[in-house]
């Protein structure tokens, strides 16, 4: 099985890469006019197709060689979990796009991610069970329906809002679909790791023209894409395997924990949270001298850190994500406060 799946990636990779170099010429241009824009030049906009069409081409490979290889009672229930997957990241995709090409406004925005997420929710099911210890703990169906909905929307976001550095969220997501793909194949879970594998092989083929050199961008199609699939492909590992709900939360852990304490940072601060900012870590690292470059090898190292956590605590759900996730944000609070302190000392200002 693991040696069709590997084909399927690279499928995706290749489609992706082909599709991304045309989308270079064909696509829309993204021009800095924004004071959250880290960039200086008009510069293509259209990866998120292109990583969107490499994966449709690697699951669709797929599906013609899975039911042969997995028996058919196990690829019908995966296929179906997969099929609402993938709709509803291609439903985010679309939103992005016409935000990429009409902007749209927040507002409209929140209220169509939040739309998509309950229904994404209702589609695949409310995630209600929580390990602790030796017992397995669960929500009521509302409180499980909000905070599945509540997963998705903070992905999606999360992803969008650190998708301003050349390959930072993008590589960042991807390393997290190389460890959400570990879990499931351990977990023998063959429609988790095609989704896992397919999305790292359609990344890989648009970070080819994204980084470092930033020939082209996913844009919002691209971040809200990938972010539901990674949301979505979560949530579908934990009904699937009846992994921890809190493993996710920390393999994607770099990317929710700039977001999270920028927002909190920013409330404190009582600045408007649907205003445009350039107050994220990462943003900061950017005025303070570090390249893009650096910058998302750094992210890409804390995820390959949190990936390798959030795999180790998999294997022993009762109690380790309940330490491993605490430990984790104290460690981003400290850090974030050491960064706007020094920042604060530099002049860089928008801390």
């Known amino acids: 099985m693991i040696l069709e799946v590997f084909g399927g990636a690279a499928i995706a990779a290749l489609t992706s890469l082909i599709a991304c170099r045309v989308l270079i010429s064909a696509g829309p241009i993204d021009r ?15 990866g998120g197709l292109g ?17 042969t290889i997995v028996p058919v009672e196990m690829t019908t229930r995966g296929a179906v979990l997969l099929s609402i997957t993938a709709s509803f990241a291609y439903a985010f995709l679309l939103i992005g796009f016409w935000d990429d090409t009409h902007q749209l406004g927040a507002l409209i925005k929140f209220a169509l991610f939040a739309a998509l997420a309950v229904a994404a929710t209702l589609a695949i099911g409310p995630v209600d069970a929580f390990p602790f210890g030796t017992e397995v703990r669960h929500a009521p169906y509302a409180l499980a329906l909000a905070g599945t909905a509540l997963w998705i929307f903070v992905m999606v976001n999360a992803v969008n809002f650190m998708d301003g550095a050349n390959g930072l969220a993008m590589g960042s997501v991807g390393i997290g679909f190389v460890a959400l793909g570990a879990i499931a194949f351990a977990r023998d879970s063959p429609a988790s790791l095609a989704i896992c594998l397919c999305a790292v092989g359609a990344l890989l083929g648009f970070l080819y023209w994204n980084f470092p050199s930033g020939k082209l961008f996913a844009g919002d199609s691209g971040a809200l894409f990938i972010g539901a699939l990674a949301a979505l492909a979560s949530i579908m590992i ?6 921890s709900p809190l493993v996710p939360a920390i393999i994607f852990f770099p990317l929710l924990a700039d977001v999270l304490v920028t927002l909190a940072w ?15 870590i990462y943003q900061i690292l950017i005025r303070g001298g570090m390249s893009h470059a650096e910058i998302a090898l750094t992210y890409w190292a804390a995820m390959a850190v949190c990936g390798g956590i959030g795999f180790l605590v998999s294997r022993d759900p009762g109690v380790s994500p309940w330490v491993a996730l605490p430990i984790m944000a104290f460690l981003a609070i400290v850090i974030s406060a050491v960064v706007r302190r020094f920042a604060d000392r530099r002049g860089v200002g928008g801390v």
Do not use: C
């Not at 800095?32 to 259209?46: G, M, Q, V, Y």
């Not at 934990?238 to 992994?243: K, V």
């Not at 920013?266 to 994220?280: A, F, M």
């Open 32 to 46: 800095p006019t924004l004071a959250r824009h880290e960039h200086k030049n008009p510069t293509p906009t259209s």
């Open 51 to 67: 990583i969107a069409l490499g994966f449709a081409a690697g699951i669709m490979a797929l599906a013609l060689v899975l039911p």
């Open 238 to 243: 934990i009904r699937r395997t009846d992994l």
């Open 266 to 280: 920013r409330v404190y601060r009582r600045h408007s949270l649907l205003d445009g900012h350039s107050e994220h």
